[in-house]
């Protein structure tokens, strides 16, 4: 690794500024290195996604993943530090994005961690509301909330990540919004959805979802691990008991109306016999979050002055988001080319170069290349790593099937230590109110 790292962004702007580590998370979009930014001293996690023009689906998501992250800027948020400049505007395959590096996720958490107190629950479920409530007053929908997709800190620091099935709502649709290519994780999809690629939708379905990744905390155990729609209604009516015939009416999809018409009345089960050993006031917010029909669920909003977050933040002081402009989303709805989402990537990757990005604006940088671009170096250093197991440890495989972006390092390179070594554990003591900065 030596050499390679010596040359390691020799050239134009980046140079030298990140030392690279090693490889910690690999899949079908590419790799995760750890790296220090020598600018700032801080880790960093460099994640080069490969061939992201070959299919335009992939490209759309990875613009729009890289765009949402530029402009909901929040604590609670996984934020984009840098993107590398590609040596010829016209001609990139692969891009290489820095992120603040995050030492696991929240099901490596809840999998690791059988002792967590009461105050981390607390503490993890006003991090995901406080998130929601700037993402959802932005007109944003998340739609693929689960525990690999918030990424989690020692200190007990959450930060939701994975845009690439989100969604943007603005103000000339209805608040209820049709689209047809829903396809987040089963597990926590809310009722409204199941059964249905095609359906009408609310921010609720959001709320939902972490109402069963809260669940997920208490217990250690996903809440509807569904194996099918058919199964993931029965699990949800077993809890919750079967929903009224109005709730049903409202239901789109056929079938699943039908079936739930036709299921035997269930009546629904006591949360405190369910979750013995949880808070009540925490059962209490979850009975709300996980309302069957999406209009008796609170907003993130309500949910945050909810009586269980007493003493630990202040709903009015945590920020909103102004609502996101439809000019920065009209390629969602027009038929673009990839040529028209290369051009779009690399305005975006512009962003991270203000100088570079006046010329463009300008009209004075040139047409096919800027400058000497340090990713040939950093295309080399990736390929050593690789070559050489990522610092000599086995590289384990990325589970995730899609070139989405901002899980940057949930997959190890090693094990996560056993339990009895302390780096594995959340701490016991709950960051003070300091941390809601």
Same mark, same amino acid.
């Given at each position: 690794?030596?050499?390679?790292e ?9 140079a030298n500024?990140y030392?690279?580590?090693?490889v ?5 979009y ?8 020598q ?7 460099i994640?080069?996604?490969?061939n992201?023009?070959e299919h ?13 992250l ?22 990139f395959?692969?891009?290489y994005v ?5 030492d696991?996720?929240?099901?490596q958490v809840?999998k690791?961690?059988d ?7 607390q503490? $993890? ?19 693929d ?10 200190n007990?620091?959450?930060?939701i990540?994975? $845009?690439?099935l ?7 649709t ?6 047809t ?9 809310a ?13 609720a379905i ?7 990744? $809260? ?5 250690g155990?996903p809440?509807f ?7 993931q ?17 409202r ?17 629904p089960v006591?949360?405190s ?5 949880a808070?009540?006031?925490a ?10 029909d ?7 909003e ?13 709903v009015e ?5 102004q609502p ?7 390629f ?13 990537? $690399?305005?975006?990757i ?7 990005l ?7 940088e ?6 000497p ?14 070559e050489?197991?990522?610092?000599g ?7 995730r ?14 094990p ?11 701490p ?6 300091s941390?809601?900065?």
């Amino acid at each position: 690794q030596g050499s390679s790292e010596m040359d390691f962004f020799s050239e134009y702007g980046d140079a030298n500024r990140y030392k690279i580590q090693e490889v910690i998370g690999k899949g079908s979009y590419g790799v995760v290195c750890s790296a220090i930014d020598q600018h700032t001293g801080d880790k960093v996690a460099i994640k080069k996604i490969h061939n992201i023009f070959e299919h335009l689906s992939d490209a759309a998501r990875i613009l729009r993943e890289i765009k949402l992250l530029r402009l909901l800027r929040h604590p609670d948020i996984v934020e984009i530090r840098h993107i590398m400049l590609p040596p010829s505007r016209r001609d990139f395959k692969d891009i290489y994005v820095v992120f603040e590096l995050m030492d696991t996720d929240l099901h490596q958490v809840i999998k690791a961690n059988d002792d967590l107190t009461k105050e981390h629950h607390q503490f $993890f479920l006003y991090q995901m509301l406080r998130a929601l409530k700037y993402i959802h007053t932005a007109n944003v929908y998340h739609r693929d909330l689960k525990p690999k997709n918030i990424l989690a800190n020692a200190n007990c620091k959450l930060k939701i990540c994975d $845009f690439g099935l989100a969604r943007v709502a603005f103000n000339d649709t209805p608040t209820t919004v049709f689209w047809t290519d829903y396809v987040a994780t089963r597990w926590y999809r809310a009722p409204e959805l199941c059964g249905s690629f095609f359906t009408k939708y609310s921010p609720a379905i959001d709320i939902w979802s972490i109402g069963c990744i $809260f669940a997920e905390i208490l217990t250690g155990k996903p809440l509807f691990p569904g194996k099918n729609v058919v199964h993931q209604l029965d699990l949800m009516t077993d809890l919750l008991g079967t929903p009224s015939l109005d709730t049903v009416s409202r239901i789109r999809n056929e079938k699943a109306r039908r079936y739930l018409s036709s299921m035997r009345k269930k009546q629904p089960v006591c949360f405190s016999e369910r979750f013995p050993k949880a808070d009540p006031a925490a059962l209490k917010l979850m009975q709300r979050l996980l309302a069957f029909d999406p209009k008796d669920r609170p907003t993130a909003e309500e949910a945050l002055a909810d009586p269980y977050f007493k003493g630990l933040g202040k709903v009015e002081r945590e920020p909103s988001c102004q609502p996101i402009s439809k000019f920065e989303f009209e390629f969602e709805r027009k038929k673009v080319t990839k040529e028209d989402v290369k051009e779009l990537i $690399f305005r975006e990757i512009l962003e991270y170069h203000p100088q570079l990005l006046k010329d463009y604006m300008n009209g004075t940088e040139k047409t096919n290349f800027l400058y000497p671009s340090a990713v040939d170096n950093f295309r080399r250093q990736f390929a050593n790593l690789e070559e050489n197991g990522g610092k000599g440890g086995a590289i384990v495989p990325s589970d995730r099937k899609h070139v989405s972006l901002p899980r940057t390092t949930t997959v190890h390179s090693t094990p996560i230590p056993p339990k009895d070594q302390k780096s594995s554990q959340v701490p016991q003591r709950i960051p003070t109110g300091s941390s809601f900065s």
